[in-house]
């Protein structure tokens, strides 16, 4: 699976991203996705998680009500919508693909994962 994520940029705290990461190769929907982010400095961290339907969902405590991960397989994307963002949600932002937990989507743990993206840079200014 190739992930390819976009969407990132500059934006003043309180504001909003919504990131893409579109996958191509093996069937998307056999996959749970997931959002993790890497600050300098800092270990790769879990954002959020969805398992293959949508319909089970997962996420840190520090972007619970702030941020929701959706997918829409007919386009092979999964989704973070980015709200009321903080300076230190600053990050570069990594997208994820899980075949083992496709049905749960509860993964949270970087090495469980097998696919990973690119990563797009989030900015948030104070």
């Known amino acids: 699976v190739q992930l390819v994520e976009s969407g990132g940029g500059l934006v003043q705290a309180g504001g909003s991203l919504t990131l893409s990461c579109a996958a191509a190769g093996r069937t998307f929907s056999s996959y749970a996705m997931g959002w993790f982010r890497q600050a300098p400095g800092k270990e790769r961290e879990f954002v959020a998680a969805?398992?293959?339907?949508?319909?089970?969902?997962n996420y840190a405590d520090s972007v619970k009500g702030r941020f929701t991960i959706s997918r829409d397989n007919a386009k092979s994307t999964v989704y973070l919508l980015t709200t009321n963002l903080k300076p230190e949600d600053t990050a570069v932002y990594y997208c994820?693909?899980?075949?083992?937990?496709?049905?749960?989507?509860?993964?949270?743990?970087?090495?469980?994962?097998?696919?990973w993206g690119q990563g797009t840079q989030v900015t948030v200014s104070s």
């Open positions: 994820a693909a899980d075949r083992k937990s496709w049905l749960s989507g509860r993964v949270t743990t970087v090495n469980e994962y097998d696919y």
């Open positions: 969805v398992n293959w339907s949508g319909s089970s969902t």
